[in-house]
């Protein structure tokens, strides 16, 4: 167990002068879990570091550190792939199939990823999730979202539609349509004519 984080979290604590029985009435935790944490006797699972992190009102990346995790925020990561995916109610399999992985390394990936995707694919997580690839990296807070380029989305060998793959006809014909929509909407409507006045006899 990393002793430091059990002094950092009675640290953090006595900061807001509050008792272990507050922070276990917070976080959501046992008054028994957050002593043996702080005396050193358990490390705290990533689970348990989101609720004190959320109590505490402190980075959840900072609590990371402090316990011992991975310093190249591959557990911020996990947390952060799975915690926007479902806060955006899309499914494994969704997002697997927009980002072009198998459902298997994407659940690994949320789970305890031992590498980092590579560059092309952390930008479409990023793009898909409409977050920046800073904030899955761990190297920013913000979740600020960016547009999603419908045109990346629509390059995607296997898309899926409600849990169903779309065979190649019907691909080739969502993307017709869609690219039709787009320039029709382009070109601008024709002016309507201007009503002569009418003359008054």
Not at 72 to 86: E, I, M, S, Y
Not at 96 to 118: D, F, I, M, N, Y
Not at 170 to 190: E, N
Request: proline fraction near 5%; glycine fraction near 6%.
């Amino acid at each position: 167990m990393n002793e430091d984080f059990g002094s950092w979290l009675r640290k953090v604590r006595l900061e807001k002068r509050w008792t272990q029985r507050t922070l276990a009435a917070r976080s959501g935790l046992s008054l028994g879990y957050i002593s043996s944490v702080e005396n050193g006797k358990r490390k705290p699972k990533t689970s348990s570091l989101v609720a004190l992190a959320q109590a505490l009102d402190v980075p959840y990346a900072q609590a990371l550190q402090s316990a011992g995790y991975l310093d190249d925020g591959l557990v911020l990561f996990a947390h952060r792939l799975r915690t926007t995916r479902t806060s955006l109610g899309m499914t494994v399999d969704a997002l697997a199939s927009l980002c072009g992985v198998s459902s298997k390394t994407l659940e690994r990936w949320e789970s305890s990823p031992k590498s980092w995707p590579s560059e092309q694919t952390l930008a479409k997580l990023a793009a898909a999730l409409t977050v920046s690839i800073e904030y899955l990296r761990g190297q920013s807070d913000a979740t600020a979202n960016y547009p999603i380029d419908l045109q990346d989305i629509l390059e995607q060998p296997d898309l899926t539609y409600n849990g169903v793959m779309l065979n190649p006809e019907q691909l080739k014909f969502v993307r017709d349509f869609l690219q039709g929509v787009i320039q029709l909407s382009t070109h601008q409507a024709p002016a309507s004519p201007q009503k002569r006045p009418r003359n008054r006899k």
